[in-house]
């Protein structure tokens, strides 16, 4: 009886990981089609003197003058990084949970605290590399459209599979992510509206951000502090401010 019992049992227990089994391929699969399904093919760009036209008013509108005269800025990402950079002496301090990074990114090398103690050795090290990376990014969403002349960039005009144009810029180095792609679409005015992503970070190309929210600093740059990305996941830039003199930190 008590056999019969536990056979009974394995048989149930086979057909609940046969069935669930069937439903994790099932997902899988679906996974797979809805972002087969989402996917735009990167499209290629043509080089073009209306590229560099179309950067020229890009920091016009923005005031790209001003952004370079601006010596610091400080702000609060979304996922709660906070940042204070010196943008003419090259380092910053970024602050996340309970770690305070001093970077100087042109070494990425930094002083590291962890609950108001300074550490030492791999651990600061990897701290140190984690700021660095977290910097990068952060700092991409909220000064993006004044890079599109970096060293290492190439400026192109795409056409996008609904017909509309915009300006391709593929980095070819810099940051930690070379290689990656933008396409920019600009309202009638030549300003920023959006960009679509052909990236390493995500399986998917073609993944919308807008560029909204737009903020003027004190030194009159301006700049975008609010993104949406693939229609749903916020991107924001929060108690933003940016001025000149030396930071203190």
Same mark, same amino acid.
């Given at each position: 009886?008590?056999?019969?019992?536990?056979?009974?049992?394995?048989?149930?227990?086979?057909?609940?990981?046969?069935?669930?089994?069937?439903?994790?391929?099932?997902?899988?699969?679906?996974?797979?089609?809805?972002? #087969?399904?989402?996917?735009?093919?990167?499209?290629?760009?043509?080089?073009?003197?209306?590229?560099?036209?179309? $950067?020229?008013?890009? #920091?016009?509108?923005?005031?790209?003058?001003?952004?370079?005269?601006?010596?610091?800025?400080?702000?609060?990402?979304?996922?709660?990084?906070?940042?204070?950079?010196?943008?003419?002496?090259?380092? $910053?301090?970024?602050?996340?949970?309970?770690?305070?990074?001093? +970077? *100087?990114?042109?070494?990425?090398?930094?002083?590291?605290?962890?609950?108001?103690?300074?550490?030492?050795?791999?651990?600061?090290?990897?701290?140190?590399?984690?700021? #660095?990376?977290?910097?990068?990014?952060?700092?991409?969403?909220?000064?993006?459209?004044?890079?599109?002349?970096?060293?290492?960039?190439?400026?192109?005009?795409?056409?996008?599979?609904?017909?509309?144009?915009?300006?391709?810029?593929? #980095?070819?180095?810099?940051?930690?992510?070379?290689?990656?792609?933008?396409?920019?679409?600009?309202?009638?005015?030549?300003?920023?509206?959006?960009?679509?992503?052909?990236?390493?970070?995500?399986?998917?190309?073609?993944?919308?951000?807008?560029?909204?929210?737009?903020?003027? +600093?004190?030194?009159?740059?301006?700049?975008?502090?609010?993104?949406?990305?693939?229609?749903?996941?916020?991107?924001? $830039?929060? *108690?933003?401010?940016?001025?000149?003199?030396?930071?203190?930190?």
């Amino acid at each position: 009886m008590f056999e019969s019992f536990n056979n009974i049992n394995i048989l149930r227990v086979k057909k609940f990981f046969k069935i669930s089994g069937l439903l994790f391929l099932i997902l899988i699969i679906g996974v797979f089609i809805f972002g #087969y399904s989402m996917h735009e093919p990167e499209p290629a760009g043509v080089e073009s003197p209306e590229a560099d036209q179309m $950067v020229q008013t890009i #920091y016009t509108n923005l005031n790209k003058t001003a952004w370079d005269s601006t010596q610091w800025v400080k702000w609060r990402f979304s996922r709660g990084h906070q940042y204070h950079w010196d943008k003419f002496n090259n380092r $910053v301090q970024v602050k996340w949970d309970d770690l305070e990074v001093v +970077l *100087d990114l042109n070494t990425q090398k930094g002083i590291v605290k962890k609950g108001g103690i300074v550490l030492s050795g791999s651990e600061a090290d990897a701290e140190s590399k984690k700021a #660095y990376s977290m910097f990068c990014n952060d700092s991409f969403w909220l000064i993006a459209p004044f890079k599109l002349t970096d060293s290492g960039t190439q400026r192109t005009i795409a056409t996008l599979p609904d017909g509309r144009k915009g300006l391709k810029i593929s #980095y070819g180095n810099g940051g930690v992510t070379p290689g990656d792609s933008y396409v920019w679409l600009l309202d009638e005015k030549g300003s920023p509206t959006e960009f679509k992503m052909w990236v390493s970070i995500l399986p998917i190309g073609g993944i919308t951000a807008t560029w909204d929210r737009w903020v003027t +600093l004190s030194t009159g740059a301006k700049v975008a502090t609010a993104h949406l990305v693939g229609g749903k996941v916020e991107s924001n $830039v929060d *108690d933003l401010e940016g001025g000149m003199g030396t930071p203190v930190f």
